[in-house]
């Protein structure tokens, strides 16, 4: 395709490029954010002497939970740039699941995540020909496919795992759960680690807690974890600084626009889709080489925190990332029996929504000012009336999580114009 056709296309985008650059924040406000991000929490730490904060277990634990719930948000992305919203992530994660429990016992872990991403690939494509090839609803289709992925999962369980006096039951599975397959290898930087470690146990002030946080993030990491950060650069980089990227985005902004263009915009929307399908089995398949099998019920409703990532991430690989972080980081608590870590979160969360009631006040606001400021008030008092929080809330923190930070975020979103609108070939002619 010529640069003249390009560069046709990138003007009928001009607008909305325009619009992001607006919103864009440049790197030294980033790194003043992080900065200010880590003096709170280190200070927090101090006052509530809930260690685990900014331990190196947490933010392990955060990094492992963070890369099915980025993975699954990278998929939806994919997808909804090219303009089919896809709900069916948590169906197609499901069958990433079952397909690398399958295929892992037998051939080990890295066999697992490929057959991960041919499963949800799969997924991709049925949702690719219900939405764009038959114009099917994209909400349908994607709870369609959510209900599909359940039963087929546990029926072929039953099956093939479950069967009496079958290699796989005699190897340990049974109807709920694969055979266990090999360990995938990890990595911890040579040096570094003990390091880190070593200044973290002084519990000195900003320092320890940064330290403790670099540990976490460089001990005992995951191949596959390598593997889901290039896959964020490597989205970055296709879809925003290349020609096929470009055409792709065109699909969800435009598809009239694109196809009087002479873009194949049904040849588009199917690679985004299929793409996105094997992104989110890619992260099933990552749950089950964690836990080094399949289990039913293992996805745990995170193709959907997925979405909501992709949607506080205003549909940009590095939103998507921050925002798996901290959802990431909310579900690792469960873990680590992190009721007085969320009873400390509470006054963390209290002064972020002070500030936010100032921010809003200063820009006029004043409604949603004064409902910030209350929020700030009463997180206030259940921090200094209680010891801890019940331990199920601690269970639904990354569900709070998702819904406090998507009405906090919800003004400067904006998705793709033609996003989840019906398209039918030879409009732009």
């Not at 764009?132 to 359940?150: K, M, Q």
């Not at 690679?271 to 019920?297: K, N, Q």
């Amino acid at each position: 395709m010529s640069t003249t056709f390009t560069s046709s296309l990138a003007e009928r985008l001009s607008g909305k490029n325009k619009q992001d650059k607006g919103r864009k924040l440049s790197y030294p406000v980033v790194l003043l954010m992080i900065a200010g991000a880590l003096v709170l929490l280190s200070a927090v730490r101090v006052i509530t002497d809930a260690g685990d904060l900014t331990s190196s277990g947490q933010w392990s634990g955060a990094l492992g939970a963070a890369v099915p719930i980025g993975l699954a948000g990278l998929g939806g992305l994919w997808a909804e740039r090219a303009g089919v919203v896809n709900i069916g992530l948590e169906g197609m994660m499901m069958l990433g699941t079952f397909s690398a429990g399958w295929i892992g016992w037998q051939h080990g872990p890295w066999a697992a995540a490929a057959a991960g991403v041919v499963g949800g690939a799969l997924g991709g494509l049925i949702h690719a020909v219900a939405t764009v090839t038959f114009n099917v609803d994209h909400i349908i289709s994607g709870v369609a496919i959510n209900i599909l992925a359940l039963g087929v999962t546990q029926y072929l369980a039953k099956m093939w795992f479950g069967a009496e006096g079958s290699a796989a039951q005699q190897a340990g599975g049974n109807d709920k759960q694969s055979p266990v397959m090999d360990n995938m290898g990890t990595f911890s930087i040579p040096g570094l680690s003990d390091w880190l470690n070593s200044i973290e146990k002084h519990h000195w002030f900003l320092v320890s807690d940064a330290a403790g946080i670099l540990d976490g993030l460089v001990t005992d990491v995951s191949w596959l974890t390598i593997v889901a950060a290039l896959l964020f650069v490597v989205t970055f980089f296709v879809l925003w600084r290349s020609a096929f990227g470009l055409r792709l985005r065109s699909c969800g902004e435009s598809p009239v626009a694109a196809e009087s263009l002479g873009v194949n915009v049904y040849k588009y929307k199917y690679w985004a889709v299929v793409v996105s399908g094997g992104l989110a089995g890619l992260g099933g398949a990552f749950l089950a080489i964690g836990t080094h099998m399949y289990s039913d019920g293992q996805t745990g409703g995170r193709g959907y925190i997925g979405l909501a990532t992709m949607i506080f991430g205003n549909w940009r690989p590095g939103g998507v990332a921050m925002g798996a972080g901290l959802f990431g980081f909310m579900d690792s608590l469960q873990l680590r029996a992190g009721g007085p870590t969320v009873h400390a979160l509470l006054l963390l969360v209290a002064v972020l929504l002070a500030g936010l009631a100032l921010w809003r006040l200063k820009a006029g606001k004043k409604k949603p000012a004064v409902i910030s400021g209350v929020v700030a008030a009463l997180l206030v008092l259940w921090y200094a009336l209680t010891k801890t929080v019940p331990l199920e809330f601690v269970d639904a923190t990354p569900y709070v999580a998702t819904l406090l930070v998507l009405s906090l975020s919800a003004q400067r979103l904006r998705m793709p114009k033609a996003d989840g609108k019906p398209y039918r070939k030879g409009q732009g002619k």
